[in-house]
């Protein structure tokens, strides 16, 4: 799929790349913003409130960065699907213009208008709605498994069991939507 989506977009297929490993660092970004929580709890629940503080601070950085990147992966996403809107959409008319006039009977016309309209559009739609939360959601718990890792083996563990329950809930959820 993404082999064609790239084939899709043409000239700006470097912008579709850009935007992945865009969505990548918010994931990783992600990640470790989330696993700042565990030094934040463990300086809270051994009294020391001033380390938890500077956590607190590091927490809300990256809660800050976090919003920043995903405003733009998501600006960047548009960006890939209007691209792909504009390229594909003149690829087709340029088929549809080598087309005999027999081809247009009501069937291909009614066919040809739907693909057009509202099956460009849900593919437009890919970048900004779907690939965002599907690459970041990837990547964001493996980055935590290994920060825990380095936090504390024994949650790094508890963590690397868990992924695959995670990982089978996440394929669940989404065969239940579709």
Request: hydrophobic residues 50%; contains cysteine; charged residues 10%.
């Amino acid at each position: 799929m993404l082999k064609t989506f790239i084939q899709l977009l043409g000239d700006d297929a470097p912008v579709f790349k850009r935007y992945v490993a865009m969505a990548v660092g918010y994931g990783l970004l992600s990640g470790l913003t989330t696993v700042t929580l565990v030094p934040i709890f463990v300086h809270l629940l051994n009294g020391q409130t001033d380390q938890a503080g500077i956590w607190a601070m590091v927490l809300l950085a990256g809660v800050v960065c976090c919003w920043l990147l995903r405003r733009r992966v998501e600006k960047l996403g548009m960006f890939v699907g209007s691209a792909l809107l504009s390229t594909a959409r003149q690829r087709i008319g340029n088929h549809v213009a080598s087309l005999p006039v027999g081809w247009f009977n009501p069937e291909n016309t009614s066919r040809l208008s739907h693909v057009v309209s509202q099956g460009m559009m849900e593919v437009a739609q890919l970048p900004a709605h779907l690939f965002t939360p599907v690459i970041s959601g990837a990547v964001a718990p493996v980055v935590m498994v290994i920060a825990l890792f380095f936090l504390n083996v024994k949650m790094g563990l508890i963590a690397l069991i868990s992924l695959p329950i995670y990982c089978n809930c996440i394929c669940h959820r989404i065969k239940t939507r579709h």
